[in-house]
């Protein structure tokens, strides 16, 4: 396993797994818009770099960088910045769980809906398409999810944990988190995911579970001008 995929994790994922899923201007990849919002460059970018990242995004267009900080060069305009804390599971967080099904296009309506109403983060319209995702539902009404969104070489990110606000404090969230590092284990990989450097309350869950702090990075939104 490389750590430098873990530290550039939208390069690794953009320019292997998931290049399936990107369109690229020389070393600058993107996701497509309908799957993510996420921009990616080498872990050390030349001006040329930058200048096809600025391409690719084309003027009045913004995207997302997860990785260390940087010096933007001019034609490129910061919108905002926020912390980022990195984890990795510990090897034996998988556990399969009887309650979660996995989730189809069908689904993709009601997702939108519940990472609207709990802020997960980004989730479009293609973004199922990165999973497996595995959902709970009770009385017919999607209640919690989770899923796979970037893969790496080595590693694949847990994403879009949510419940929704009234079914809280039951432990969907660890469940369906144990579930789908399942999906990820028996790729091979090894689950990783991201919180805000200010969520406290997600750090806690992540750390009683046995993930360990990987790396702190920044979430970078830039826009071409």
């Known amino acids: 396993m490389s750590a430098s995929e873990l530290l550039y994790p939208g390069y690794a994922a953009l320019t292997g797994p998931n290049a399936v899923f990107a369109e690229s201007r020389g070393n600058a990849v993107r996701y497509l818009p309908e799957i993510a919002p996420f921009l990616a460059v080498p872990p050390e970018p030349t001006e040329q770099d930058w200048a096809d990242a600025a391409a690719l995004l084309g003027p009045g267009t913004s995207a997302a960088l997860m990785r260390p900080d940087f010096a933007l060069p001019d034609f490129l305009k910061l919108d905002r910045q926020f912390d980022l804390v990195q984890f990795v599971a510990p090897e034996d ?6 309650e979660a099904v996995a989730l189809t296009v069908d689904d993709v309506p009601e997702m939108i809906a519940l990472v609207a109403l709990t802020d997960p ?9 990165l999973g497996p995702y595995l959902g709970i539902r009770r009385d017919g009404e ?13 590693y694949a990110e847990i994403s879009a944990v949510c419940t ?7 432990g969907l969230a660890r469940r369906l988190i144990r ?9 091979g990989r090894t689950p990783f995911l991201h919180t805000g450097g200010t969520n406290v309350t997600a750090q806690r869950l992540y750390t009683a579970m046995g993930f ?13 001008v």
Request: a positive charge.
């Open 212 to 224: 360990s702090i990987s790396n702190r990075m920044k979430v970078t939104i830039i826009e071409a």
């Open 142 to 154: 999607l209640i919690a999810m989770a899923g796979v969104r970037q893969t790496l070489p080595s």
């Open 121 to 129: 983060g980004p989730f479009r319209t293609r973004t199922i398409e």
């Open 179 to 187: 579930a789908v590092a399942a999906e990820i284990t028996a790729t």
């Open 164 to 170: 929704h606000p009234d079914r809280r404090g039951q």
């Open 93 to 98: 967080l998988a556990a399969a769980d009887d």
